[in-house]
């Protein structure tokens, strides 16, 4: 599998800002994204292609309590949730990709696997949840929304409002790698993990059971990474490169840096644990489970970072 990659693309980065939140407008993002991936597949490398889907989970949970509300209907599981936003999501980008092979000319086929993901059912993040879902709300709506769901928890999420945050147990192993590696080799561009991978536990031998929770995406795309021995792991974010001493008069935008520079920033408390902390942390594992190259970037620099003129990348020395 020479020069292997694998693109972890943001749930938020296919949400349309401005209310522009709606399916067909989804759609539209997924299609800019497939423009800079065909990119990368044309110049010769591999590609697998995972998403996140933390604002889509949250709209579809929403949709259940109205129809429950209105309509009496049965709520839709979380982990269902997550099942059917990865196929959704996945069939959008499938389809893009498809497309725009064909616009180029270019004989590749696309293929998305719903992908379980074993956790721990004794994670501690079952107990503490700590991963954002669905929407933006201000400290107003939130609480009148806790005032309804009593359950709910809800934080600030990196000054841009307060979100809806459910458990996030890491992950621990990839249900259908070997069906991902085999597509691969049949020189497939495979939609994987999305949303992080749907969370199951092992009930007996070989034998799994779905639970409610979010995966984080960036730490089942680091593990499957790990487990198809991708060479380059490429996680996208809304900036074109990670910055120290963010927003401040001294900030500073990182273009290359090693393990353990990367480490020591960590240490310093430079990367805010709602957002860029967890790409910080699963690009580390990944790295130090024998990946070769971490680059975070944002999806329209993807063609230039993959040659280095884009992008923070991190090395292993």
């Known amino acids: 599998m020479e020069k292997l990659v694998i693109v972890a693309i943001g749930g938020n980065s296919l949400v349309r800002e401005n209310g522009r939140d709606t399916i067909q407008d989804q759609y539209e993002a997924v299609c800019e994204t497939a423009v ?88 501690p993040n079952f107990k503490n949840p700590t991963k954002p879902v669905g929407s933006f709300f201000t400290i107003e709506q939130a609480e009148e929304m806790k005032k309804e769901h009593p359950d709910w928890i809800f934080v600030e999420d990196s000054g841009r409002g307060y979100r809806r945050v459910v458990p996030s147990p890491k992950p621990i192993d990839i249900v259908e790698k070997d069906a991902i590696k085999s597509l691969i080799e049949a020189g497939y561009v495979v939609i994987a993990v999305g949303g992080g991978g749907i969370p199951v536990v092992k009930t007996g031998n070989n034998t799994y059971e779905g639970i409610d929770a979010v995966i984080d995406k960036d730490f089942a795309t680091s593990l499957l990474a790990e487990q198809i021995n991708a060479e380059t792991l490429i996680i996208t974010t809304g900036v074109s490169r990670v910055f120290i001493n963010f927003g401040k008069p001294n900030q500073q935008a990182l273009e290359k840096i090693t393990v353990k520079e990367t480490k020591q920033f960590v240490f310093e408390n430079h990367f805010p644990a709602g957002s860029m902390l967890p790409k910080i942390e699963a690009s580390l594992s990944f790295l130090e489970n024998n990946g070769t190259r971490v680059i975070i970037t944002n999806p329209e620099s993807l063609k230039d970072a993959i040659i280095e003129k884009a992008g923070t990348h991190i090395i292993c020395a």
């Open 36 to 123: 800079n991936i065909a990119d990368m597949v044309q110049e010769g490398y591999n590609v697998v292609v995972t998403h996140g889907n933390g604002p889509q989970v949250g709209f579809g949970l929403r949709r259940s309590e109205i129809a429950g509300e209105v309509a009496g209907m049965a709520p839709l599981p979380l982990v269902n949730c997550v099942a059917d936003t990865q196929g959704g999501i996945g069939y959008q980008i499938q389809q893009a990709l498809t497309n725009e092979f064909a616009k180029r000319g270019i004989n590749k086929k696309v293929a998305t696997v719903i992908t379980q993901v074993e956790v721990s059912i004794d994670d």
